[in-house]
C-alpha cells in the first residue's frame, strides 16, 4: 500500500495568515491526489482533484501543487470558515490510502 | 443537487452482522462508481472499497476485504455495505461517496457489547 504522511498534524495560525499542509507518498503518485476538508459537524468536501484542479465553488485562495511524490496544499489568507480537519488522498493505486489529517486551528 | 444518506448505523456486538444503505440522488447513479470510507473515532480516514457503476467489480482494503462487502441496487439508487464479524476497531462514521467527489452526512457504527 501506499502511504500518505501528512504534516504537520496541528497548524496553529491566524486570520490572514498563508498555511501550507504537506502530504507526502511512500512512491510516485503520478499527481493522483485529492485535497479534502471537513468541517467539525463532520461535513466532507472535496477542495482539489489531481493535485492542483480547484473544485467549483471553492475559494481561489485554495491551491494544490506538486509532483512524484511531494504535494501540498496552500490557503493564501486564511478565513475563519477555513479552520477544519484537512486530508490529501491518493488515488494513483488500489487500495487508495489517506493521508492522517490535520488540523487548522486559530491561534 | 447531488444527495447521499446513509442509514443502518448503530450500537452492534462484537461478531454481529450490520448492513449500511446509501441512497443517492440528483444525478444518474448507474453512471458513477461508489465508495465507502469511514472516519474512527480519533479522526483516521480509511477507504473501505469502490464498486464500478454497473455492479461488476470491486476494490478493497485488504484490511476489510474478508469481512466487507459492497453492492449496489442501480433500480433503487443505493449502494450498501455489507459488514460480518464485526470488531470494536470497526467503531466508526462510514460515509457513501460518489467517486470521491461528493459525501454523505455518515453513519455511526458503534460496536460493543
Known amino acids: 500500500d501506499i502511504q500518505l504522511t501528512q504534516s504537520p498534524s496541528t497548524l496553529p495560525a491566524s486570520l490572514g495568515e498563508r498555511v501550507t499542509i504537506s502530504c507526502r507518498a511512500s512512491?510516485?503518485?503520478?499527481?493522483?491526489l485529492n485535497w479534502y476538508q471537513q468541517k467539525p459537524d463532520g461535513t466532507v468536501k472535496r477542495l482539489i482533484y489531481?493535485?492542483?484542479t480547484l473544485e467549483s465553488g471553492v475559494p481561489s485562495r485554495f491551491s494544490g501543487s506538486g509532483s512524484g511524490t511531494d504535494y501540498s496544499l496552500s490557503i493564501s489568507s486564511l478565513e475563519s470558515e477555513d479552520f477544519a480537519m484537512y486530508y490529501c488522498?491518493?488515488?494513483?493505486?488500489?487500495?487508495?490510502?489517506f493521508g492522517s489529517g490535520t488540523k487548522l486551528e486559530i491561534k | 443537487e447531488v444527495q447521499l444518506v446513509e442509514s443502518g448505523g448503530g450500537l452492534v456486538q462484537p461478531g454481529a452482522s450490520l448492513k449500511l444503505s446509501c441512497v443517492a440522488s440528483?444525478?444518474?447513479?448507474?453512471?458513477?462508481?461508489m465508495s465507502w470510507v469511514r472516519q474512527t473515532p480519533g479522526k483516521t480516514m480509511e477507504w473501505i472499497g469502490d464498486?464500478?457503476?454497473?455492479?461488476?467489480?470491486?476494490n478493497y482494503a485488504p484490511s476489510l476485504k474478508n469481512r466487507f462487502t459492497i453492492s449496489r441496487d442501480n433500480a433503487k439508487s443505493t449502494l450498501y455495505l455489507q459488514m460480518s464479524n464485526v470488531r470494536s476497531e470497526d467503531t466508526a462514521t462510514y460515509y457513501c461517496?460518489?467517486?470521491?467527489?461528493?459525501w454523505g452526512q455518515g453513519a455511526s457504527v458503534t460496536v460493543s457489547s
Open positions: 461517496t460518489r467517486s470521491g467527489w461528493a
Open positions: 440528483g444525478f444518474t447513479f448507474s453512471d458513477y462508481w
Open positions: 464498486i464500478k457503476y454497473d455492479g461488476s467489480y470491486t
Open positions: 512512491q510516485s503518485i503520478s499527481n493522483s
Open positions: 489531481s493535485t492542483s
Open positions: 488522498l491518493q488515488y494513483a493505486t488500489y487500495p487508495f490510502t
